[in-house]
């Protein structure tokens, strides 16, 4: 769901070395400690507020792509969109809260299924947090929304980020090809 890329571009670390690029759904949410349950069990996690399941709960559409349909009926005025869409993005604005001060992100690339929203999912979630730094003195010294990018729809996280973490050849580790 999330990928945080370090300081001067080092994979797979936050900038000090911390907790390893990746998903990030498995994280208590900064919002609420209710809602729907994870897939793992818990209630209160980020998944069920911050990604392609949530936005199926949150806006049930059998259309082509459901993120774009829920922002666009929200643009168009929809209350129950307006809602859904707000959910969403507080959700991922949560999740980028935690990354940016957490593993010392220098950007949170977003990635997965939310990706097709492409630009109005990022203005919002940078809006969202644009507010929280106006309210917070602390989070203002992140410049969180400074931090949020989204990945061109389809791009393929997981094969990027195995060639990035995979031992060159030669490492002493087999090599399995398929």
Same mark, same amino acid.
């Given at each position: 769901?999330?990928?945080?890329? &370090? ?8 900038? &000090? ?16 400690? @209710? ?28 259309? @082509?792509?459901?993120?774009?349909? /829920? ?24 999740? %980028?809260?935690? /990354? ?5 992100? @220098? ?21 969202? /947090?644009?507010?929280? @730094?106006?309210? &917070?003195?602390? /989070? ?28 060159? %050849? ?9």
């Amino acid at each position: 769901m999330w990928v945080p890329v &370090s300081r001067r571009g080092s994979r797979g670390t936050g900038a &000090s070395g911390g907790a390893p690029a990746g998903r990030r759904g498995d994280r208590p949410p900064a919002v609420r400690d @209710e809602g729907a349950p994870c897939s793992c069990g818990p209630r209160g996690r980020l998944g069920p507020a911050a990604s392609g399941p949530a936005l199926a709960r949150l806006w049930p559409y059998d259309g @082509e792509h459901r993120g774009q349909a /829920l922002f666009s009926a929200a643009a168009a005025g929809d209350r129950r969109a307006v809602s859904a869409r707000d959910g969403l993005v507080t959700g991922v604005a949560a999740a %980028v809260r935690i /990354l940016t001060p957490t593993v010392g992100a @220098e950007a949170v690339i977003l990635g997965g299924g939310l990706t097709r929203v492409g630009r109005p999912l990022v203005d919002a979630v940078r809006s969202t /947090l644009r507010s929280w @730094e106006a309210d &917070s003195p602390f /989070l203002a010294t992140l410049h969180m929304s400074h931090h949020v990018s989204v990945l061109d729809a389809g791009t393929p996280v997981a094969a990027i980020g195995a060639a990035l973490l995979a031992p060159p %050849v030669g490492a002493g580790v087999p090599q399995v090809i398929a």
